[in-house]
């Protein structure tokens, strides 16, 4: 088994809040993170795959392909975009760094096994000290 991982960037705005709370119940829970103006992050995003390198090819996957799924099903949906507000796969999900590795592994998954290779982590760094990883 080979792993092969491709590093992304993406610069978003969030807020981590529940709606039916209070502004103040919020504040209490997720601190600085739930301004009502929002706040923003330079993320990235390491997407780890693995499998049997081929015999043809000597790879696990073609990178160029790799990115290219990363960036058109990703990086176009959340880059200068409001998490909460624009993008499509994390509609109705509380805005963390958990719950963002999560969908995105949700959309990436089938692109990544309809080219054979399977997916094993998705890492979202949101600050240098502040970093989740989800294994599916």
Known sequence: MVYLTRRERFSAA???FRQEWTDEKNAEVFGKCSNPNWHGHN??????????ISAKTGFIMNISTLKQIIRERIIKKTDHKNINLEVD??????ATAENLAVSIWEELKPFIEKEGAELHCVRICETENNSTEYYG
């Open 14 to 16: 969030h807020r981590m």
């Open 89 to 94: 796969f994390m509609q109705g999900k509380i």
């Open 43 to 52: 993320y990235e995003l390491y997407v780890t795959i693995k499998g049997e």
